[in-house]
């Protein structure tokens, strides 16, 4: 790396920080170069204008997130394992940030706001609700998951559940850090498995009675006065 492209690296790791924590919007040119110790003009030479360096910093969170969040996913057995790995490190990946996932913060500022910033971002979750659909149809393909699954579908409640459990722990809503996310293990996977319940018991053993189901109890008329 050259000197140039060092400070460069060292001013987004600064601004990844920032954004974390006080969101693109809390990124200014001003507060960056004061944080890494450079001029405004030294600044402005790399980045332009505050437009163009939050454009940069997801740019920059989404190179970080393909390095530690996909690329070591995808090395993962073809199937339910390789979607239970994109899921697991996606879910640690905030930690990454002492503010958590700058995706998550940076769209609650540009789910309004048009311009560059809003489609990198856009663009990203797009690729990565696409990732997860790709993951789900080669796990159809192994046997893994049942053959009518609309994998688009499930990338979508997959996406959906990753980001309530984010939004849940940007909250603080439980003091003791609240459900793991190794507890969301579950619902992605379980519900699109091909391999069905196991029956039960009554099903497979002839010695125990089956249940009968439940009979609604049938309508009563209207009581005589003297009926108690």
């Keep these: 790396m ?30 960056l170069a004061e944080r890494c110790g450079l001029s405004k003009s030294g600044l402005f030479a790399h980045f332009s204008s505050k437009e163009n360096l939050q454009v940069e ?32 490190r996606w879910m640690s990946w905030p930690k990454e940030f002492p503010g958590g996932c700058i995706f998550a913060v940076a769209a609650l500022e540009l789910d309004d706001k048009p311009g560059p910033a809003r489609e990198v971002l856009v663009a990203s979750q797009k690729d990565w609700q696409a990732a997860l659909a790709t993951a789900a149809r080669i796990a159809v393909e192994e046997g893994h998951f049942r053959s009518n699954l ?19 722990s940007r909250l603080r809503l439980h003091p003791d850090g609240g459900p793991h996310p190794s507890r969301l293990r579950a619902p992605g996977p379980r519900c699109a498995r091909s391999t069905p319940r196991p029956p039960p018991a009554s099903a497979t053993d002839p010695s125990r009675p089956a249940a009968t189901p439940n009979r609604a109890t049938p309508p009563r008329g209207p009581r005589r006065r003297d009926e108690p």
């Design 150 to 168: 609309d994998v688009d579908q499930f990338a979508h409640e997959v996406y959906c559940l990753g980001y309530g459990y984010l939004a849940v």
């Design 57 to 88: 910093i997801l740019k920059e969170t989404i190179d970080r997130f393909v390095a530690q969040v996909v690329s070591p996913a995808l090395k993962a057995a073809r199937g339910e394992a390789r979607v239970q790995a994109l899921f697991d």
């Design 2 to 31: 050259t000197k140039g492209e060092n400070t460069r690296s060292s001013v987004l790791d600064s601004a990844l920080a920032l954004a974390s924590e006080d969101g693109l919007a809390g990124v200014t040119i001003g507060r």
